[in-house]
């Protein structure tokens, strides 16, 4: 009944695009008149985080954005935009499934502007901004959707685990002794700990691409997902994903999304890629020196402005030498744990694939940048290796590189149990 009567509401946005049309036929102007910019593609990447959508144009696209209300929408007025089959088809990259947006149509507003008109399901705060051309992409318009009111991560978390058992498992009675490796990495955690898994890339950005086709965002992602289920099953143990689904997250975001949520334990995942074939194995990467040191000086800066908390210490320290030593210590102590992190992990993944080399290397990676969270970048393997990329493809080999990754996890925490968190009064 409601979409009849939508019918005969008067809208603004489609009212300026017939006006547009008419001042076109008034002044004898043909639509392409005003040749510039191109359209080649429209990309939607739905997901519960943000939706984007992404226009990719031969030159680039100015634009002017505001919001319209009841019913909500969005409308992004595209200056210099040909009219063609992209636009025109742009309502069938929309599906139900979006959470954001419940219809996308464009039409010709007047001489060389394009109208996009996104009704929306839920209130929004939008962000559209243009990327220069990268790789395989030309021009680059983005819109991303993001909730007004977004989600707690940390309130999420614990909402999952409400219903999970936590404590020691209890020992079934005619149980085996374990044996002695068993006994070794037998964990005996007091408190939470929460783990935060990285899938590399993912949305626009495909990563590597392996020769049969096999894209790096989409076995990071089934990798991590594996590793999340695995965890949660863990007594005391629990894990978030930055992304859990196919889009893109800022490398910057990354990071802030795994201290939102307090994680003891960073891990991003990735599939090497070289421009040689015979290049295989996994790696297992920390942060370098040379990576901590150039970033200090712009964390310590940023922490001084918002008063953040790093290794439990407020940072609103008015001594900025003595807020330099406190940054130090605490990520010279970060990167010892990572490193001891990364070796465990390093064990348990030579177990199920070669090693590209027989030790943890360091490099600095952003998602690596966080000072106070031992963090570790695993390579699972080159997938740009025909035959490892088909390995890393098959769902057998994900189940034992996320069992592997499990495995080193807790070896880890065997031997370096976390330090209990102190009860706010």
């Known amino acids: 009944m409601s979409r009849n009567l939508d019918r005969f509401r008067p809208d603004p946005t489609r009212r300026l695009m017939l006006q547009g049309a008419v001042a076109g036929l008034l002044f004898g102007i043909a639509p392409r008149a005003f040749a510039g910019s191109g359209v080649v593609a429209v990309r939607v990447w739905p997901s519960h985080a943000y939706t984007r959508i992404t226009v990719e144009s031969t030159a680039p696209l100015k634009f002017n954005q505001f919001m319209v209300p009841d019913p909500d929408r969005l409308v992004v007025d595209l200056e210099g935009a ?149 965890i949660d099953k863990q007594p005391n ?73 790093i290794g439990g210490v407020k940072m609103n320290v008015r001594d900025p030498h003595l807020a330099q030593t406190l940054l130090d210590l605490t990520q010279t102590a970060t990167i010892n744990d990572s490193l001891k992190l990364a070796k465990a992990m390093l064990s348990q993944i030579g177990e199920i694939n070669r090693l590209h080399r027989g030790q943890v290397e360091q490099a600095a990676f952003a998602v690596l940048k966080a000072p106070d969270i031992p963090s570790i970048l695993v390579e699972t393997a080159f997938i740009s290796n025909p035959e490892e990329e088909k390995k890393l493809a098959d769902e057998n080999y994900q189940d034992k590189m996320a069992d592997a990754l499990l495995n080193g996890l807790k070896r880890y925490l065997a031997k370096n149990p976390p330090l209990a968190r102190n009860k706010l009064v």
Request: a neutral charge; aromatic letters at 6%; zero cysteines.
């Open 82 to 230: 040909d009219w063609g089959n992209e636009l025109a088809s742009i309502g069938q990259r929309i599906g139900s499934e979006d959470p954001y947006v419940k219809q996308l149509r464009a039409g010709r507003y007047k001489p060389g502007t394009v109208r996009v008109v996104l009704d929306l399901k839920a209130e929004i705060k939008p962000q559209v901004f243009t990327l220069e051309p990268f790789g395989e992409y030309q021009h680059r318009l983005v819109i991303d959707l993001y909730p007004a009111k977004p989600e707690d991560p940390l309130l999420a978390l614990l909402d999952d685990g409400k219903n999970m058992p936590a404590g020691k498992p209890e020992k079934g009675p005619g149980k085996p002794a374990s044996d002695p490796a068993e006994q070794r990495d037998k964990l005996d955690i007091s408190r939470l700990v929460t783990v935060a898994i990285d899938p590399g890339h993912g949305g626009e950005d495909p990563g590597a691409v392996g020769q049969g086709g096999t894209y790096e965002k989409t076995v990071t992602l089934a990798i991590g997902k594996k590793l999340k289920a695995m």
């Open 237 to 309: 143990m629990r894990a978030v994903l930055t992304r859990d689904d196919d889009y893109f997250v800022p490398l910057g975001q990354r990071v802030v999304k795994a201290r939102k949520v307090g994680a003891d334990l960073f891990m991003s995942i990735h599939a090497d890629a070289f421009v040689k074939p015979d290049a295989r194995g996994s790696s297992v990467f920390t942060l370098s020196e040379r990576g901590a040191t150039s970033t200090a000086a712009k964390w310590l800066a940023q922490t001084q402005n918002e008063s953040d908390l």
